[in-house]
């Protein structure tokens, strides 16, 4: 449904820190499904560990919280506003995700108000979950972080 270039003009992240490749699927405002093939090439893993390449889990959240901007985010980015993590519950890491993998990342938005967006995701690989959880967001304004 989205290329790379496409997500591109819609999300802030950039390499080496853009992690959605691909959206199979999108409802604004409800739910996404994108995919993030993993690469041995990725820098993180160098340092974790480089005996045993396992993909952090903090960058496992990361690849949900970017397919969350996307649900929310309008049709074009939007140059002043940012959409930030607040709060990230209940999230379990099931089995190691590791160079080769590609995961699918399936977010749904369960809270939509002014204020902000809750959403509950699953990652998974050839059908087995790797983690899954829920995060809260919010939208602020780009020059209240900057101040």
Not at 59 to 69: D, F, H, M, T
Not at 118 to 135: L, P, R, W
Request: aromatic residues 8%.
């Amino acid at each position: 449904m989205m290329n790379l270039m496409e997500i591109n003009s819609r999300i802030k992240q950039r390499p080496p820190f853009q992690m959605i490749e691909r959206v199979t699927e999108l409802e604004p405002n409800v739910s996404a499904k994108g995919i993030k093939n993993v690469s041995v090439n990725e820098p993180y893993f160098m340092g974790h560990f480089p005996d045993a390449p396992i993909m952090p889990g903090v960058l496992i959240i990361e690849c949900a919280a970017q397919l969350c901007s996307l649900v929310i985010a309008p049709e074009k980015a939007e140059e002043d506003k940012l959409y930030v993590l607040l709060k990230v519950k209940d999230f379990k890491f099931l089995k190691p995700v590791i160079p080769g993998d590609t995961l699918t990342i399936e977010v749904s938005c369960t809270l939509a108000s002014a204020a902000a967006y809750e959403f509950s995701a699953v990652i998974s690989v050839d059908g087995t979950v790797k983690a899954k959880g829920s995060m809260l967001f919010t939208t602020m304004d780009k020059s209240a972080v900057y101040e």
